[in-house]
C-alpha cells in the first residue's frame, strides 16, 4: 500500500465508554451536612469556572 491509500480506510472502532454510561461529572452524593471548608471552596471555584466557561 502507498501512502494515499492509508484515508480510505473506514474507523470501525467502538468508543471507550458508552454514552449512555458517561456521567455530567456532577457528583450527586454530595452532603452539605458533611462539607468542610475546602468542599465549599472547591464548591466556589468549580461555579467560577463555569461562568468563566459560559460567558465565552
Do not use: V, Y
Not at 474507523?11 to 458533611?34: R, V, Y
Amino acid at each position: 500500500m502507498g501512502r494515499d491509500e492509508h484515508h480510505h480506510k473506514k474507523n470501525n472502532f467502538l468508543a471507550q465508554t458508552p454514552k449512555n454510561q458517561k456521567s455530567d461529572g456532577i457528583d450527586i452524593e454530595f452532603s452539605e451536612e458533611f462539607a468542610d471548608a475546602e468542599d465549599k471552596e472547591a464548591q466556589a471555584r468549580s461555579r467560577a469556572a463555569d461562568k468563566r466557561a459560559h460567558e465565552k
